[in-house]
């Protein structure tokens, strides 16, 4: 389950999540004909996809979170690919293959993909990973359970929501660089206070 230092930590990103996405409103959607306002719009419905997220870390279902932090990821890749074309052009884009916008942002992130699609489709060998077998002490019977998924260091979701977050910064911010929205300054000043308290809370998140 969640500690409630890692509650505290959830609610202060959420916190620089929802202001960063208070801007995006103030962007020149209306002043595009192109896929700008469809970004703009996908990114404010981020926000739900993030509080879903959050609901599923504080009941302790990491192996659902696991799969909504992965579709989160898709959203903002696909907001990166869609927001300088034209609609002839986006018609053409498939979602999945998306992935490589990230690059955009930083070589690495691709990574985190990766990383959650692990865990993210059914199969043999998910199977295997996920099923246990028990002998009842009682009746000699083997009994056959889903084992409750394990946090470890190499894939820990509360280090992976903050990285979604900071993915869900470096995007916004880089939209509205290309666009050369007047907001961006306000933009810019949430991801340096949100950036500072990172790094007070870095070694406690061994991020």
Same mark, same amino acid.
């Given at each position: 389950m969640i500690t409630d230092f890692?509650? &505290?930590?959830? %609610?202060?990103?959420?916190?620089?999540? $929802?202001?960063?996405?208070r801007c995006i409103p103030e962007f020149k959607m209306e002043l595009h004909q192109d896929g700008y306002p469809i970004a703009? +719009?996908?990114?404010?419905? =981020? *926000?739900?996809? @993030?509080?879903?997220?959050? +609901?599923?870390? &504080?009941? #302790?279902? @990491?192996? *659902?979170?696991n799969t909504i932090s992965r579709f989160i990821v898709e959203q903002l890749c696909y907001c990166l690919a869609i927001y300088n074309k034209s609609f002839e052009e986006i018609e053409k884009i498939e979602v999945t293959k998306t992935i490589k916008y990230l690059k955009l942002i930083q070589v690495e992130f691709p990574r985190i993909y990766g990383v959650l699609s692990i865990n993210a489709h059914f199969g043999l060998k998910s199977l295997v990973r996920m099923i246990e077998f028990r002998k009842n002490k009682k009746t000699k019977i083997v009994e056959? %359970?889903?084992?409750?998924? $394990?946090?470890?260091?190499?894939?820990?979701i509360l280090s992976i929501y903050v990285v979604l977050v900071m993915l869900l910064y470096f995007v916004i911010e880089h939209i509205? $660089? *290309?666009?050369? *929205? =007047?907001?961006? #300054? $306000?933009?810019? #000043?949430? #991801?340096?206070? @949100? @950036? %500072?308290?990172?790094? &007070?809370? %870095?070694?406690?998140?061994?991020?």
């Open positions: 890692e509650l &505290k930590i959830i %609610r202060s990103m959420n916190n620089y999540l $929802k202001q960063l996405i703009c +719009l996908l990114l404010i419905n =981020t *926000e739900k996809s @993030f509080n879903a997220l959050c +609901l599923l870390m &504080k009941k #302790g279902y @990491f192996l *659902e979170a056959m %359970r889903i084992k409750d998924y $394990k946090r470890n260091k190499d894939n820990d509205a $660089k *290309e666009k050369k *929205e =007047t907001s961006l #300054g $306000k933009v810019l #000043g949430i #991801g340096n206070r @949100f @950036f %500072r308290t990172l790094k &007070k809370k %870095r070694s406690q998140l061994k991020i």
